[in-house]
């Protein structure tokens, strides 16, 4: 019953565009694009460089640090899969490697998370195919 809760969450969509992020992330690796052209690193994966539109990409492996950058604290959500979790925390995080990821903060009690708190990434393995990554902070 509870795994049956927990894939009641809406799972992310897996495209061509995409799919290298997610399987990285199933073996809890973090990575985004980087343009072989401008040199720009950007995040959410995408088919082209959203400063020169050239499609000249690598893929680059993060240091999975980073710091909260903005954040919310979630207390209403009937949604199934997420009122299971109420409280939670949806956050900005800021990479070392300068790009903004939406992600979740675990790991603490909401009221813990600051802007600028150091984090580190960490994984929920939702399927044996998938892993989302979400940050924790640094040390726990």
Known sequence: ???????????????????????????????VQKCRHCGKVFYYPRSF??????????????????????????????????RENLPYVMAYVELEEGVRMLTNIVGCKPEEVRIDMPVEVAFEDVTPDLSIPVFKPVGK
Request: glycine share 4%.
């Open 49 to 82: 460089c959203p400063e020169d539109l050239t499609q000249d990409l690598e893929w680059v492996k993060c240091s999975g640090r980073g710091k909260v950058y903005t954040f919310t604290v979630t207390y209403q959500n009937q949604s199934p899969g997420f």
């Open 1 to 31: 019953m509870a795994e049956e809760r927990k894939q009641r969450k809406p799972i992310p969509r897996v495209d061509e565009e995409s799919k290298p992020f997610w399987e990285a992330c199933a073996r809890h690796e973090l990575y």
